[in-house]
């Protein structure tokens, strides 16, 4: 830990030492003699009037620039400088800056060291006039403070009582109250000292230390009141921040002494040294209180670096998902080479224009503070807007049922792009604040305000473009949606799927080229390689053409939509998808075929208009076929009072005896039906005629089976039994017969 430290104290000085540098190379040019200056002016004055030397000083000029001849040409310019010569040149830099802050140290301290042993003049008198001046007031503020405290502490005990109770906006007002509190026990302290400063100076008057104690006590303990409220290390019921008593009483106590450190050593201390000392050991010990204050911060902060790690990332460990978790996590990994850098940066601010630093650091400082949090709470309600997800009104839902879907497929993806340009947005504006980028004046500038007014235009054009495809598929989606108006019809769902994907190319290729245009580029040349690359297309890809070509006159010719059976290609089945280029049918058994139109010679499809369904029944040669008619007619009469009844559009066609097979005599009739129901309507159809036959004992042929016992006058027959489906056993040593006929097997 000790060489950690060491190491990390060495870098710093190399690096806090760049702007000083600058300042002693300034310093170091010796000034010239005003009176030097005065006195060659006024001869040059002197020869200027006199006309005789004035036209001796011209011809012994002109002379000179014949003498010098012609000038020579200018040197080439420099070439680039290599990068291996770049990068020593700055560690060379570097190293001399850092050789320069060990030199202005040593030099500082020897300043205040010689002010110790004595080897520099001090006036003591001025030192011990100043001090028994602000020991009075020092001791009436200081002794006031403590006392004004007391009673505050009462009321902050007050309010940690009631912490609990009321929301944010109650919390909110008691922090107010307790930092309104503490502030006015500083500010009567403050006035007290200043009322005793003035009653004990000489005709109400005040010393000079007096005024500077009194002025940098009120900066302090106003500085203070920051940490005291943010803390509060005696009151940890109105703590702002989670944390124990021990670690709030150990981070003010650090804080504490370093504003004291700052402001009574800088805004006191300093100025005292300057009035009995010298401005330049008053700089020295300016620059010691500084850097002790800066290394001590270091010090503080790589001690604590594991413990605040862990405080950040212990609300990730409670909730991983939680998003503000997670980046407290992240935060905790770096927090310390963050708050170093903070601290160099002050440090650096500070050493390039020390008066100006307090209000430009305390104004970046806010600033930056601003923007983090602002960045943070926007993060997270984008977060909490990304998990949550995006609900429609109930009605809106039934009646676009997609819609919801779609946008929560696409809304996530924006905000997560909404947030990368938050963190830009506070990234830019913390480099603002620090100044290390002027983005506003980029802004306002030609290059800067075509740049962001492009960039605005192809997000606009990319919005709308989203925005467009939503309304169509939602408009499609509604007249899709049988539950939201009129069913639609087969050809409506087919073309409005067409539609819909050929809506979706032609969309996406205008949103690019008019996005590429707003963005500059020339889109011409984009044009003339798609025409190009088309035109290769077409001759490589003819099958594809081939495709595109039979699907475009199948849809004109109304030939198959989506819900149809058709045979397709040999393949028989439901029309799932159907685009420019190809049908996806679904059999009987679940298979799903992608069939290319170029191999499509020709469409069956079973739901054009009406269907029928055709009824061969087949009986017994013994069956009488005029009975068997009406019994064939009396199952359509029952199948009409059925729930398919509705669903058949015309009588019963008879169209009689069609064959007369080798074991039954068949006889066709046909029923009409509403297109896409003669399978359903078929199916309970053969099951009433079966029942029919049944129950007027009209015989529906099966295959028989009859053994014979012996030949001719020596066979017998024996007693048997029915065996298999009408089988006749009879005798032994009988040889078995396939008898075609049915009705001889009795």
């Known amino acids: 830990m000790r060489h950690a430290i060491r190491g990390w104290v060495s870098a710093l000085g190399i690096v806090l030492w760049l702007p000083l540098a600058a300042l002693a190379q300034t310093a170091a040019e010796p000034p010239r003699d005003p009176a030097a200056n005065g006195d060659a002016a006024r001869a040059l004055a002197d020869l200027l009037r006199d006309e005789g030397a004035r036209e001796a000083l011209i011809a012994q000029l002109l002379a000179s620039a014949e003498a010098a001849g012609v000038a020579p040409e200018p040197a080439a310019p420099p070439t680039a400088t290599p990068l291996v010569r770049e990068i020593a040149e700055y560690t060379r830099d570097l190293g001399e800056q850092a050789s ?167 805004l006191l201390a300093v100025p005292v040294v300057n009035a009995a000392v010298s401005p330049t050991v008053g700089r020295s010990l300016t620059l010691l209180i500084v850097v002790t204050a800066l290394m001590t911060a270091v010090l503080i902060v790589l001690q604590n670096r594991v413990p605040v790690r862990e405080a950040l990332r212990a609300r990730n460990r409670r909730d991983p998902d939680d998003i503000l978790g997670r980046l407290m996590a992240g935060v905790g ?152 108006g009129r069913a639609p019809t087969p050809r409506e769902r087919t073309l409005f799927s067409l539609f819909r994907n050929a809506f979706v190319v032609v969309l996406v290729v205008l949103a690019g080229m008019l996005t590429l245009a707003q963005l500059g580029m020339n889109i011409a040349p984009l044009l003339a390689g798609a025409g190009v690359i088309g035109l290769a297309v077409a001759f490589g890809g003819q099958k594809l053409v081939s495709d595109v070509i039979n699907g475009a006159f199948i849809q004109i010719e109304n030939a198959m939509n989506e819900g149809d059976v058709v045979t397709v290609a040999g393949i028989t089945g439901v029309v799932e998808h159907l685009t420019i280029r190809s049908v996806g049918l679904r059999d009987l058994s679940g298979t799903y075929h992608l069939i290319p139109f ?67 005599v068949v006889v066709r009739g046909r029923i009409k039906t509403q297109p896409g129901m003669q399978w359903g309507i078929g199916r309970a159809y053969t099951e009433l005629v079966k029942q029919v036959f049944d129950e007027a004992g009209v015989e529906i042929p099966f295959p028989h089976m009859t053994l014979y016992m012996g030949e001719g006058e020596h066979a017998r027959l024996f007693p048997g039994h029915a065996a298999g489906s009408g089988a006749l056993i009879q005798g032994p040593g009988a040889h078995p017969e396939t008898d075609p006929s049915p009705d001889q097997a009795r």
């Open 333 to 484: 990994l770096v927090w310390h080479l963050l708050a170093i850098v903070y601290l160099v940066a002050l440090f650096v601010i500070w050493s390039a224009s020390p008066a100006d630093a307090l209000t430009f650091m305390l104004k970046a400082t806010v600033q930056s503070v601003v923007a983090v949090v602002a960045g943070v709470a926007a993060t997270v309600l984008i977060a909490r807007a990304i998990a949550a997800g995006l609900r429609l009104p109930e009605d809106l839902r039934h009646t676009l049922p997609l819609l919801e879907r779609r946008l929560n497929a696409f809304v996530p993806g924006m905000l997560q792009l909404v947030r990368l340009v938050v963190a830009a947005v506070v990234l830019i504006a913390i480099a603002q604040a620090w100044q290390v980028m002027d983005f506003l004046g980029w802004l306002a500038s030609e290059a800067g305000s075509d740049l962001v007014s492009r960039l605005v235009s192809a997000l606009l054009v990319l919005v709308g473009a989203l925005a467009l495809w939503l309304g169509v598929s939602s408009f499609i989606d509604y007249r899709l949606n049988p539950e939201a």
């Open 100 to 266: 320069s802050f060990a030199v202005a140290i040593g030099r500082s301290a020897g300043d205040v060291l010689s002010v110790v042993t004595g080897a520099q003049a001090v006036d003591w008198a001025e030192v011990q006039a100043g001090l028994v001046a602000v020991a009075l007031v020092a001791t009436v503020t200081l002794g006031l403070f403590f006392l004004v405290r007391l009673p505050s502490h009462r009321f902050f005990r007050y309010l940690s009582e009631r912490r609990g109770a009321g929301g944010w906006l109650v919390s909110g007002a008691r922090l107010v109250a307790f930092a309104l509190t503490d502030v006015l026990g500083i500010v009567i302290a403050w006035a007290g000292g200043y009322a005793v400063a003035l009653a004990t100076g000489e005709t109400g008057t005040m010393e000079i230390h007096q005024t500077l104690f009194l002025n940098a006590f009120l900066l302090i303990e106003l500085a203070k009141v920051v940490p005291r409220v943010m803390l509060a290390p005696r009151h940890g019921q109105l703590r702002f921040a989670p944390m124990s008593d021990e670690t709030a009483a150990y981070w003010y106590f650090w804080s504490s002494r370093l504003l004291s450190l700052l402001g009574y050593g800088v």
């Open 598 to 664: 170029s191999a499509v010679e020709q469409v069956s499809n079973f739901m054009r208009g009406f269907g029928y369904h055709v009824a061969n029944i087949g009986v017994a040669y013994r069956e009488d076929v005029g009975q068997v008619k009406r019994l064939m007619q009396d199952a359509f009469d029952r199948l009409l009072t059925t729930e398919h009844g509705p669903q058949i559009v015309g009588p019963f066609e008879m169209h009689g005896v069609v064959e007369l097979g080798d074991s039954a």
